[in-house]
């Protein structure tokens, strides 16, 4: 039996700790999909601007079968329109954001279903949101990095990225 084929062992009880949140840069879950049809280039013109300070990505807990995500987006963060190949239920802990034509706040959330394309911009305290995933696993398909897009993303991170600095988490919880 290949390794990827034998059955993963899921503790029946685990406690986890935000102060060990794990940096999805340094071995997160989520992968980038090649096949998606933007060009997403974290380390080219979005990262020179700052893309990178605008967020924090901390995965909190992982087991087989499931996720659980911290993300605090500053104030405006140009997240791109996007996907994943799993369910994700998205809670609030603190701040707000537009989806859409939708403003949500504190205990507010929304759930999407595997490869459902969506963005959100984060308000003026930015948003913090636990990210619970039916997948240890996932992509990233970016489907919104147009020049046009891109544009727009470096002139927000132009205004934005000096004041991200003195910026705090809108609950003042701090995670890895």
């Given at each position: ?98 989806l859409?034509?939708e ?31 039916t997948?240890?696993?996932?992509d ?7 020049e ?15 004041s ?10 701090k995670?890895?």
């Amino acid at each position: 039996m290949a390794e990827a084929d034998k059955p993963r062992f899921a503790p029946p009880f685990d406690i986890f700790r935000a102060a060990k949140g794990k940096d999805y840069a340094a071995d997160g879950p989520m992968y980038m999909d090649p096949a998606g049809p933007g060009g997403f280039d974290d380390g080219g013109a979005l990262g020179e601007a700052g893309f990178g300070e605008g967020s924090q990505v901390k995965l909190l807990y992982s087991r087989p079968g499931m996720s659980l995500t911290y993300v605090w987006f500053k104030s405006g963060f140009p997240l791109p329109r996007h996907s994943h190949n799993a369910d994700c239920l998205y809670f609030i802990v603190a701040g707000s954001l537009r989806l859409g034509s939708e403003e949500l706040g504190p205990g507010d959330g929304f759930f999407l279903g595997v490869d459902v394309p969506y963005t959100y911009v984060p308000g003026p305290q930015g948003v913090e949101v636990l990210e619970f995933r039916t997948s240890d696993h996932f992509d990233f398909k970016d489907l919104g990095m147009t020049e046009a897009w891109m544009g727009k993303a470096l002139q927000t991170l132009a205004e934005r990225r000096a004041s991200w600095a003195d910026e705090g988490t809108p609950s003042g919880m701090k995670v890895g």
